[in-house]
Each structure stands twice: as C-alpha cells, then as structure tokens.
C-alpha cells in the first residue's frame, strides 16, 4: 500500500527522523471546547476621522498629476509623429513602385554578374555583354526595389532616388577617376 508523505519523505533523506518523532511527541495544548469559548464584546464604531491634507500634500499631489499629463501628451505625440512617418514611408513605397514598374532591364538570360558594394556587403546583378558595357559608362543604374536589384535607365533611376535617395545603389559617372588602376569591366 502507498506510504504516507511523511514516510516519503523520510526514506528519501529529506526529512529527519527526530524532527518526525518530536512533532508526533509532542502534546497539543488543552483548549476548551468552542461552546465554551468566550467571544469579546464588539468594539463600539465610530466614523473615521478625515484628516485634510496638507499644503505640500496639495501640492505634491498636482505635481504628480501635471507630470502624468505630461507624459501622456508626449506618448501621444510620439505615436501620431510615428504615424505619420509611417503614412509618408508607405506613399513613397507606392511612388517608387509606380516609377519603377515596368522599367527593368533585368533579363532571364543575363549571365553576366556586376558587383557592387552596399549595404557592407558586395551584391551582384547579372546583365548582358551590352547592359555591363553601359552600366561602367553609366547610361543604366542599379536600384533595390523590394529586396531586389533592378537594372534602369539613368533618367528612371534619377527620377526614383528624388522620391528616395536609398534605392539608388550604383550609378556610375565615367567622368571620375578610378580609385585604383583595375578597370570597372574587368572579368576575373
């Protein structure tokens, strides 16, 4: 048959015994019977006494209640301010994609890669022969558009960085010197 808790307990080592056996030994205290028990008389009510508070209680208090309006006002503020760049944020997301839409360059069988820098990275685009050729004179531009980069024309690419000036990743002006002596279109 099941142990008792105590038992449990007392074979896992959790327990010691002599702390078990002195509960067990000793005596409850005699107490009368509740019958018998006397009940105190009830303490007569009186009605609370309402101290008025003081000056710097007073004044303490409207503090308090001026700084939460305070704070509750500039929550407010920040949230309709975080609204608004958000709305601005998503009407330039929908320009972007008007000006862009239809106007890529991208091709399914491009097979050459063009790399570039952004974002602390080295990305690519593949292009044709001809598309690389006028990406380094910089009669096309790269832009990302949704995660991805697309090859435009100068003038769509020009028009898209004034609605945002991020999503202009390459656009190459052949009139400034090379940083270093390796050509733009050389292939590895």
């Known amino acids: 048959m099941a142990d008792s808790l105590r038992d449990q307990l007392l074979k896992s080592g959790l327990v010691k015994k002599i702390k078990s056996e002195k ?5 409850k205290p005699d107490r009368p019977p509740r019958a018998q ?5 009830p303490k007569p009510q009186r009605p609370p006494l309402l101290k008025a508070p003081s000056r710097s209680e007073v ?5 308090y209640a001026q700084r939460a309006q305070q704070e509750k006002q500039e929550r407010e503020r920040a949230q309709r301010e975080a609204e ?15 000006v862009l839409d239809g106007k890529s360059l991208n091709l ?8 570039f820098p952004h974002g602390n990275k080295i990305r690519r ?4 022969q001809e598309q690389l050729g006028q990406l380094n004179r910089g009669d096309l531009a790269v832009v990302q558009l949704a995660g991805r980069y697309l090859l435009v024309a100068r003038d769509v690419a020009l028009r898209a960085q004034a609605i945002q000036s991020e999503v202009l990743v390459l656009l190459c ?3 400034t010197p090379m940083e270093d002596d390796v050509p733009i279109d050389l292939m590895w």
Request: aromatic share 4%; glycine share 0%.
């Open 37 to 41: 028990q006397t009940k105190p008389a």
């Open 108 to 115: 399914a069988d491009a097979d050459v890669p063009r790399h």
């Open 84 to 98: 608004r760049l958000a709305r601005e944020k998503k009407e330039r997301k929908q320009k972007l994609a008007t």
């Open 59 to 63: 004044d303490l208090a409207s503090a």
């Open 23 to 27: 509960f067990k030994s000793e005596p």
């Open 125 to 128: 685009v593949y292009c044709t």
């Open 173 to 175: 002006d052949p009139s």
